[in-house]
């Protein structure tokens, strides 16, 4: 198992050089930074000596991979290769391009992101298991037919279309909650709780659907006919047999989520202006702030590795038929 | 004169790809029988039908051309406007702008205007220039010139849906059917034919002299926007896939037959990819190409041609992330095939690696092709929407879903509330997608080996 970790981690650092290379690539190869500094500053009327200085200001100036400028490792240590992209893999982020120190923002901003991810993630598990199961018991009723259909009709409604319309009804029309902002404390709550319902709701479509076909799956297969060759009670079939097999796919799914949880959800965070990860990298989109972005995508990177590797591991304490080789 | 932008040329590229399937297809017995059982399933008749109306209105939207200009001068005799066959067919909807936001049937201004009446300034809302322009008296008239274009429209419809059916039902009589196989669903192809003739009809009875879902900001007409963003979805759904399935096949069929160090350069390659979350690949690709576009604008001959290579590269982009699980898919499924015994078969004749690849490798996979081909479609069209949102999605001066219900969520604050804008996009994007979904389940239910 140790062992099988540590090959799964190293495996890990040619996946992580590959992300570095193509972010690189997109960043500095395709548009020169002194494109990316006339963007920044503005239009045609900027003078060679602002660009350079606004390059000078966020180490733009240095040579791309190699500088023959400099001496020994500093050959090589002293490029935006080394000093944008290397220095990553210490989780060490750098400033952003308005100034900020990065690595302190994601630290702050992680703790709201969590907030409103983690009871979605759990409100939703447990209501989609529910409703699952409901369909799976009536299975083949009107009951059943309607509830996939309904499914599928929440399925094909935009995120975009829940989250305006639940602004709308909830906040505007019926006033119940503030429409948007954030708190500290407790008195986050009352601005967590419609994005968390949104969430939950969104999810409700594809969550049944996916969770009813795998309870069928597991239905049909031959101990839960013995089960009921026994004279169990089909409650009895469902909940103590059925439910228990078909968690393992369900919570490994889960646990692949995990760790991305810390990136926060992108919409819902920056329509609800939570001050999340996920409205830290819309806001750097929107403002072209490229070392927020490039750090996010190294983030992101890393943590779904990890939510890959915890897959495996939760597999082998979830069933003990499956090893790691 | 004609144009072919550079979306339009791939479209008409798929669409020949499209026929070129059909037409193998039709000669394969199994892929009939197949296809068959994709069209007798009601939901899958039905969402066929919707989706090739929807498929019609972005082939008529794709065919562009510059209109001739009224006084030809001696440098130029066309207009430097691109327009598209589909806007010319609906006329009105298009040129008749108001100046502002009105509601949907609206006859006056949806704002407060200062005006003239009778020689003193007063605060009012204003007639309309073309909603309701031929009443005398709206009020009282409107409600009634309403039902009266509702019905004849609806009857025009019908009329014509009754000399389709006749038509139809004559060809099927002379040819008839053999006793052995179920008979499709006719009368739910008939009456979604029905449903869709009905409303082209109401809305052909209206478009002239209402507007069916109100104006925006600056006065045009949202019907129309909600109708061009059917191109754009339609494309970014289609051509996605189009640009990334020679990879996907390719790369995927490859790893799994080969196995060895090309099976682990290519997973290397698509677990790269993958690891990256989805939305920061795009953001990242599309940020730069901004970068690049902002510094090289004079590349580009007009507006349209910029927006139409940033949606080519959208759906490019959107390409790259999401061949990874296609790939994945085949190389298992290959893996899997080339321990049986006719690919053994085949090796042990001497038939080399490409051709067996091609010949019997590749036809047993196409299942799963084509099955993730309908599946992605619905995702990619509600992608599109949120990354517009995000403003890494399609040019802002492009008709889309994703940038009409961006700028509605400004207008659901205001006071009163405008909200047609949002609900036109609403309806046109879930129908859709819904039917796309429903296709969707339809034809994993007849492809799929697991699920029969």
Same mark, same amino acid.
């Given at each position: 198992m140790t062992a099988y970790i540590i090959r799964r981690a190293l495996y890990a650092i040619p996946i992580l050089i590959g992300v570095n290379l193509l972010t690189f690539a997109l960043f500095f190869v395709v548009n020169s930074p002194e494109e990316v500094a006339r963007l920044h500053l503005g239009d045609k009327q900027v003078t060679q000596e602002q660009v350079e200085a606004w390059k000078y200001e966020r180490g733009y100036h240095l040579p791309l991979m190699y500088n023959g400028e400099a001496e020994g490792a500093e050959q090589f240590t002293e490029t935006i290769f080394y000093t944008k992209?290397?220095?990553?893999?210490?989780?060490?982020?750098?400033?952003?391009?308005s100034g900020r120190n990065i690595g302190h923002d994601i630290r702050q901003r992680m703790w709201p992101s969590l907030a409103l991810a983690v009871p979605s993630l759990l409100l939703g598990l447990l209501l989609n298991t529910t409703l699952a199961l409901m369909l799976a018991f009536f299975r083949g009723s009107y009951l059943d037919v309607g509830g996939v259909v309904l499914c599928v009709a929440l399925m094909s409604v935009s995120a975009l279309f829940y989250i305006i319309g639940g602004q709308y009804l909830v906040g505007k029309l019926l006033q119940m909650v503030p429409i948007s902002g954030y708190d500290t404390g407790f008195e986050a709550l009352k601005f967590l709780v419609l994005p968390i319902l949104i969430s939950v709701?969104?999810?409700?479509?594809?969550?049944?659907?996916?969770?009813?076909?795998?309870?069928?799956?597991?239905?049909?297969?031959?101990?839960?006919?013995?089960?009921?060759?026994?004279?169990?009670?089909?409650?009895?079939?469902?909940?103590?047999?059925?439910?228990?097999?078909?968690l393992i796919p369900i919570l490994t799914g889960v646990v692949v989520l995990l760790p991305l949880l810390f990136m926060g959800s992108l919409i819902t965070e920056s329509f609800f202006a939570i001050p999340g990860l996920g409205s830290y990298t819309i806001d750097a989109i929107q403002r072209q702030d490229f070392s927020i972005v490039r750090a996010m995508v190294f983030l992101g990177t890393v943590l779904y590795i990890l939510g890959l590797l915890l897959t495996d591991i939760s597999y082998t304490l979830a069933d003990p038929r499956v090893r790691l080789n | 004169?004609?144009?072919? #932008? #550079?979306?339009?040329? =791939?479209? =008409?590229?798929?669409?020949? %790809?499209?026929?070129?399937?059909?037409?193998?297809?039709? $000669?394969?017995?199994?892929?009939?029988?197949?296809?068959?059982?994709?069209?007798?399933?009601?939901?899958?008749?039905?969402?066929?039908?919707?989706?090739?109306? =929807?498929?019609?209105?972005?082939?008529?939207?794709?065919?562009?051309?510059?209109?001739?200009?009224?006084?030809?001068?001696?440098?130029?005799?066309?207009?430097?406007?691109?327009?598209?066959?589909? &806007?010319?067919?609906?006329?009105?909807?298009?040129?008749?702008?108001?100046? *502002?936001?009105?509601?949907?049937?609206?006859?006056?201004?949806?704002?407060?205007?200062?005006?003239?009446?009778?020689?003193?300034?007063?605060?009012?809302?204003?007639?309309?220039?073309? %909603?309701?322009?031929?009443?005398?008296?709206?009020? $009282?008239?409107?409600?009634? &010139?309403?039902?009266?274009?509702?019905?004849?429209?609806?009857a025009q419809g019908a009329l014509v849906w009754s000399a389709l059916v006749l038509l139809v039902g004559g060809l099927r009589r002379r040819r008839a059917p053999p006793p052995d196989v179920a008979p499709l669903p006719w009368r739910w192809i008939a009456a979604t034919v029905l449903a869709l003739l009905a409303l082209i009809g109401v809305a052909a009875e209206l478009v002239g002299?209402?507007?069916?879902?109100? *104006?925006?900001?600056?006065?045009?007409?949202?019907?129309?926007?909600?109708?061009?963003?059917?191109?754009?979805?339609?494309?970014?759904?289609? #051509?996605?896939?189009?640009?990334?399935?020679?990879?996907?096949?390719?790369?995927?069929?490859?790893? %799994?037959? =080969?196995?060895?160090w090309v099976d682990d350069v290519i997973q290397y390659l698509y677990t790269t990819l993958n690891s990256i979350p989805g939305v920061l690949l795009i953001a990242a690709a599309i940020l730069s190409l901004h970068v690049y576009m902002s510094a090289h604008a004079e590349d580009y001959a007009s507006l349209a041609e910029r927006a139409d290579l940033r949606l080519l590269f959208l759906c490019m982009i959107l390409g790259l992330t999401s061949w990874t699980g296609l790939c994945r898919l085949l190389r298992g499924e290959v893996l899997k095939l080339r321990e049986q015994d006719y690919i053994q078969a085949a090796v042990a004749f001497g038939v080399p690696g490409m051709r067996i690849l091609w010949r019997h490798v590749l036809p047993n996979v196409m299942h799963i092709v084509l099955i993730t081909v309908v599946l992605d479609f619905s995702g990619l069209v509600l992608a599109e929407a949120v990354l517009s949102y995000v403003d890494i999605g399609v040019d802002p001066s492009m008709n889309s879903w994703g940038n009409m219900i961006n700028s509605a969520r400004l207008e659901m604050s205001r006071e009163p509330v405008v909200w047609w804008s949002l609900a036109a996009s609403f309806v046109f994007m879930f129908v859709l997608v819904l039917f796309a979904n429903l296709l969707a389940d339809a034809v994993r239910d007849a492809f799929d080996p697991r699920v029969q």
């Open positions: 992209s290397v220095r990553l893999f210490a989780f060490d982020f750098g400033n952003s391009d709701v969104y999810g409700i479509g594809s969550g049944t659907r996916w969770y009813r076909t795998l309870f069928l799956e597991e239905i049909s297969k031959d101990y839960v006919r013995t089960a009921r060759a026994k004279g169990l009670s089909e409650q009895w079939v469902l909940f103590r047999h059925v439910l228990r097999n078909a | 004169m004609w144009v072919v #932008l #550079l979306t339009d040329f =791939f479209l =008409f590229l798929l669409l020949a %790809g499209i026929g070129l399937y059909s037409v193998l297809a039709y $000669r394969s017995e199994h892929l009939r029988a197949a296809w068959r059982s994709v069209i007798m399933r009601r939901m899958g008749a039905v969402s066929v039908v919707v989706l090739g109306f =929807f498929m019609g209105i972005a082939i008529l939207d794709s065919v562009h051309f510059h209109p001739r200009l009224e006084q030809p001068t001696e440098r130029a005799t066309h207009s430097n406007e691109i327009l598209s066959v589909f &806007d010319v067919l609906v006329g009105p909807m298009r040129t008749q702008v108001e100046r *502002t936001y009105s509601a949907p049937f609206a006859w006056r201004s949806h704002n407060k205007e200062a005006m003239e009446v009778e020689g003193q300034v007063v605060r009012g809302y204003p007639r309309l220039e073309y %909603g309701g322009a031929h009443l005398q008296d709206p009020e $009282r008239e409107r409600a009634g &010139d309403i039902a009266v274009r509702v019905l004849s429209g609806a002299a209402y507007h069916i879902f109100g *104006t925006d900001k600056v006065g045009e007409d949202v019907l129309y926007q909600t109708l061009k963003s059917i191109r754009t979805g339609v494309l970014i759904g289609t #051509l996605t896939t189009l640009i990334m399935l020679p990879f996907a096949i390719a790369l995927g069929t490859m790893a %799994g037959y =080969f196995r060895g």
